[in-house]
């Protein structure tokens, strides 16, 4: 975007801020001679004293001379009492001093601001000006230090402090910058996102900034926002860079809060091309503007860019209507979304931020960033956090427990009707029914209702039925229902009540495969069990059986012989070799958890289970196993064939 305007809705041009940084005791200094000049040149003005009053006092008479006693001596190194002693820098008696003026040209002294320009300059731009504007915004005790980012402790659940502390920088940098979306595994997503919001030092020679920049990024492209919000956070505004500004200003606004980047944008803020270049930095700085109490400056920004067209007319209203919220000076603003297309994150997050509903024709073509963000944007409509939810609870956003929580908020609210109110009823029935036959039927009747609406690629109704199917007690009557009921345990981690159910499945089955895989205490798989699943397995290419013996060869609960043969009859490839799995078998063999799981995460990025191989789940498994990561690993290996 090309600035034109000048004056009262952008200041001085760029080369006048760059000037004045260096001389503003300059001119300061001119400015007071000039003021001094221009009296001179007017006429003595008339006393409004009292004849007398302004007349000097007469000087006293002088009186006779008296003989003067000669100084006495002080302590060694004094000077004679009597002497005069020239006050000490800084004491009420030293005589005032200027500044030493700046030596300027006349080229700089022309670029200098006029008075009537500096009665227009917001509180903002006179501190950039005249360089008063502070680098941090609290107090030095208050100051965190940078030796440690992130949010879980390893008492809290968080890697080891320093994972990465003596790991070569550029490999770590290239693992970050390499995860550029979605996992294929809910869980592997989970995994992932603990790693990144561990208390981490960075590694040796990394900048912590730029570090942690790059955690809050890989989380970004999750569609974590919350998460990535809290990572920024943990580091003072006063020490971001522009790296971590741009990222976190785009976890504030996938998270619905962009008064949170107020701090980075009134302390540093973008240079000036990049505020051009991103029309989204203007509105944000007026937003900040308002909510700091300068409400006049905001409605001058939002008018100048609403004049100057730098933004879709929508995006402009939303702001002014955000702006608004913060107090005076601000106008009604209505809304249309008739001319609306498309839609974008600073739209997305500002509509739902002041409660301006999304037309849903506008998710029809959407990406899927708007479902991950409206996932956790608590001020969005419970119907739409609904239709949001199954895309971010199967990609492990969303946990089983918030999933629950949703759907009795539907449930609660007597105005949600139509399918979410039947889903909502028939969950409850899943919990409560007396009859264990009838809370199957419930927990089927919601599989169902999900695959039908998201496909048989979905795993959000397993999600939403875990708890529910933990409450069914095993028996061999509901064999039927046995492989649904351990898939939906498994989905939130409930393994000991999915182990519960081992006895009463056939030896082949899916559930039995999923017990073999999830089982916290385990064993070797029977060679009997596996050759009747893969007789049985329908799945594409027998993917659900090479991700079996993949899943059971990394846990170590299948005879090497056996998995010799199983290799020749599916065609496995479990024996090459690549890059990546040898940097996280090394990994492995150093026991670093923080870099196995980051390589975890740049190895299964992907839509879909159909793009992960057996080769690299078989890896996966192995290497977490290898680090004490089991439990992760029997999840991982349990949902591959739940899901492929």
Known sequence: MKSTARGREHGPSVRRIALVGGFAGAFVGALLAGIASAQEEQSAPESLLPPGFDDPAPSPSPSPARPQAAPTAGPPGTAPLGTPVAPPPGSAGAAPTMPPAADLSAEELADLPSLEELEDLSTDQLDDLFGLKPKYDMPPAARRALSQVGLLAPAEGGLKTASLARQPQRLVRAVLAGIGGPLVS??????????????????????????????????NRMGEFPVARALAQDVDAGNWNQALGREAITAYIGAADPVGACPYVQLRGLSREERDADPRWVMLSAICNAYAGESTRAVSLLDAAFNNEIAPEIDILLARRYAGAAGRGQRGVSIEWEEVDSLNAWRFALANAVGEPVPDRLFDDAPAYFTRAGATMAMAPLASRARFASRAASEGILSARALVDLYSELYADEAITGPLGDRAQQL????????????????????????????????????????????????????????????????????????????????????????ALGDPIGGEAST???????????????????????????????????????????????????????????????????????????????????QMTPLHLYTIIDSLVRVGLEAEARMIAAEAVARG
């Open 528 to 610: 009997g069990g596996i050759n009747a699943f893969i007789d049985d397995d329908s799945s594409a290419a027998q993917i659900r059986s090479r991700f079996l013996i993949a899943g059971l060869a990394g846990l170590g609960r299948l005879d090497p012989g056996d998995l010799s043969s199983f290799e020749s009859r599916l065609s496995l490839g479990l024996d090459r070799q690549t890059r990546w799995r040898q940097m996280i078998s090394r990994a492995a063999q150093v026991n670093n958890q923080a870099l196995v799981v980051l390589l975890v995460g740049l190895g299964m990025q992907g839509e879909s289970w159909s």
């Open 428 to 515: 409850r029935s899943a919990y409560m029914a007396s009859d264990p036959a009838q809370r199957i039927k419930a927990i089927e009747g919601l599989w169902n209702a999900f695959d039908a609406d998201q496909g048989e690629s979905d795993y959000a109704g397993y999600i939403l039925t875990a708890y529910a199917a933990a409450r069914v007690p095993p028996a061999s009557a509901y064999g039927e229902a046995a492989g649904g009921l351990v898939s939906a345990m498994l989905a939130a981690g409930l393994d000991r009540d999915a182990a519960s159910w081992d006895a009463m499945v056939d030896e082949g089955s899916e559930a039995w495969a999923l017990i």
């Open 186 to 219: 809910r869980w592997g997503h989970i995994l992932l996102r603990r790693a990144l919001a561990s208390r981490l030092s960075a590694p040796q020679g990394m900048d912590p900034v730029e570090f942690a920049a790059l955690r809050i990024g890989v989380l």
